[in-house]
């Protein structure tokens, strides 16, 4: 059973950073993909970034590129998103999830979530 629990969203101005974690636990975590999503008010919950744990290796989708970055820290079992030049349109509750195997985008592919972090963009 893998457990994920999100922090580090909150209110921002625009162009600002923010670096959300998600902290991972659970057993054989080097098997595991895990990935950044986000749903936005009135919309479908939208893959922003993934990374394969045991080497790294990272994807991204097209409207994150750029401007957000994920990374992992082995030694403390923690998934960040380090997230740059912050839109008012980039406020939503973004999630950690975890799964087995190979890479997706597709939220219904991941088994494990996260309960979700606010981020919200606004001067």
């Known amino acids: 059973q893998i457990q994920l629990v999100e922090s580090g969203g909150g209110l921002v101005q625009p162009g600002g950073s923010l670096r959300l974690s998600c902290a991972v636990s659970?057993?054989?975590?080097?098997?595991?993909?895990l990935a950044w999503f986000r749903q936005a008010p009135g919309k479908e919950r939208m893959f922003l970034a993934g990374i394969r744990w045991s080497d790294g290796t990272t994807s991204y989708a097209f409207s994150a590129k750029g401007r957000f970055t994920i990374s992992r820290d082995n030694a403390k079992n923690t998934v960040y998103l380090q997230m740059n030049s912050l839109k008012p349109e980039d406020t939503a509750v973004y999630y950690c999830?975890?799964?087995?195997?190979?890479?997706?985008?597709?939220?219904?592919?991941?088994?494990?979530w996260g309960q979700g972090t606010q981020v919200t963009v606004s001067s």
């Open positions: 999830a975890a799964k087995r195997g190979s890479v997706s985008d597709y939220e219904g592919a991941y088994d494990y």
């Open positions: 659970g057993p054989s975590l080097s098997m595991y993909r």
